[in-house]
């Protein structure tokens, strides 16, 4: 093959992935179905999923159908995923990832153990890719058992309960151990040039699922928050674990804070005296142990859920998520 051949044969390449990136609309909805879990592949309701892609900011666009949200981040040195959903979609999430990038997947982080975010461990680190977690995420994927038990390749590969810096495509990308929270493994992701914030479900569009059996509390909730509204901009566009972008903006997440921080946990009155106690004057242990195993079945919409905020829960949000 000649050089010419080969010049014009890359050019096409770079031309075809440009336009592609352009034909990506930026923000707008995107699928939040939650009603799968991890042992169902029933093709009557999984053909119906569609994973849709969205350009969040800068060169981080989120990818969504059913489970968790995947954030990706495309350039010239490769794919970047902060989760990986369901292995039963992975066809379709790399079609999607391929309307991004002809490039490997290189690195991908697991926000946390639960599987929704990280059942496509295996078939990316098949390929070659890198998978960091929290050392408490990767002990709980070698422990899970019953009908899906993770393989020893979809393992993460580099744990830490340290800050990481990436620096990949261009940009400064953080790696972020949280307080216990959701689970006791709770990491997140800040893309610095792009300014995305991945909280994994840490920050979701609804109420907060708390792993009480794994340490988490309200309070840590709040730290989180207040430490990723510390180290992010005023543009900072957050990308729930689950839910709308258009609800991922900055108010939103220091709405909630504040909200969590300042109302009375109980319906009669009292205050909180510590993070045992529920909203709706119940443990938390109690509405909490009933969702460890069924989390991914359908919730009570945001709007319908007295605990958020009353500016998020009566909007509808800005259009787009810039």
């Known amino acids: 093959m000649s050089r010419s051949v080969i010049a014009v044969t890359f050019a096409a390449f770079f031309v075809a992935t440009a336009t592609a990136q352009q034909n990506i609309p930026t923000g707008g909805p995107i699928p939040d179905r939650r009603g799968?879990?991890?042992?169902?592949?029933?093709?009557?309701?999984?053909?119906?999923?569609?994973?849709?892609?969205?350009?969040?900011?800068?060169?981080?666009?989120?990818?969504?159908?059913?489970?968790?949200?995947?954030?990706?981040?495309?350039?010239?040195?490769?794919?970047?995923?902060?989760?990986?959903?369901?292995?039963?979609?992975?066809?379709?999430?790399?079609?999607?990832?391929?309307?991004?990038?002809?490039?490997?997947?290189?690195?991908?982080?697991?926000?946390?153990?639960?599987?929704?975010?990280?059942?496509?461990n295996a078939n990316f680190a098949k390929q070659g890719a890198l998978i960091f977690a929290h050392p408490n995420t990767r002990l709980a994927l070698m422990q899970q058992r019953g009908p899906s038990p993770v393989p020893a390749e979809g393992l993460p590969q580099m744990t830490s309960s340290e800050r990481i810096t990436f620096h990949f495509n261009g940009e400064d990308v953080t790696y972020l151990s949280l307080k216990p929270s959701h689970t006791n493994g709770d990491v997140a992701v800040y893309f610095h040039g792009s300014d995305v914030f991945a909280f994994g479900d840490v920050f979701t569009?609804?109420?907060?699922?708390?792993?009480?059996?794994?340490?988490?509390?309200?309070?840590?909730?709040?730290?989180?928050?207040?430490?990723?509204?510390?180290?992010?901009?005023?543009?900072?566009?957050?990308?729930?674990?689950?839910?709308?972008?258009?609800?991922?903006?900055?108010?939103?997440?220091?709405?909630?804070?504040?909200?969590?921080?300042?109302?009375?946990?109980?319906?009669?009155?009292?205050?909180?005296?510590?993070?045992?106690?529920?909203?709706?004057?119940?443990?938390?242990k109690g509405i909490r142990c009933p969702l460890c195993d069924r989390e991914l079945r359908p919730q009570r919409p945001a709007e319908q859920h007295p605990l958020v905020p009353a500016d998020v829960r009566g909007s509808k949000g800005p259009p787009g998520a810039a």
């Not at 900055?250 to 909200?259: A, D």
């Open 36 to 120: 799968l879990n991890n042992t169902f592949d029933g093709p009557r309701v999984t053909s119906q999923v569609e994973e849709v892609v969205r350009r969040v900011a800068g060169n981080v666009y989120v990818i969504a159908g059913s489970g968790g949200n995947i954030e990706a981040q495309a350039g010239s040195d490769g794919i970047l995923l902060v989760d990986d959903n369901f292995t039963i979609f992975y066809p379709k999430i790399l079609a999607a990832i391929r309307q991004l990038s002809d490039k490997p997947v290189r690195i991908i982080v697991n926000t946390h153990s639960h599987p929704d975010h990280n059942q496509n």
């Open 205 to 284: 569009t609804d109420y907060p699922a708390i792993g009480v059996e794994q340490g988490g509390t309200i309070e840590n909730f709040i730290d989180n928050y207040n430490l990723a509204l510390q180290m992010t901009t005023p543009n900072t566009i957050f990308v729930p674990g689950h839910g709308q972008l258009s609800r991922a903006r900055r108010c939103h997440c220091r709405s909630r804070r504040n909200h969590y921080d300042s109302r009375p946990l109980s319906r009669n009155g009292q205050k909180r005296h510590d993070s045992r106690t529920d909203y709706a004057g119940a443990s938390v």
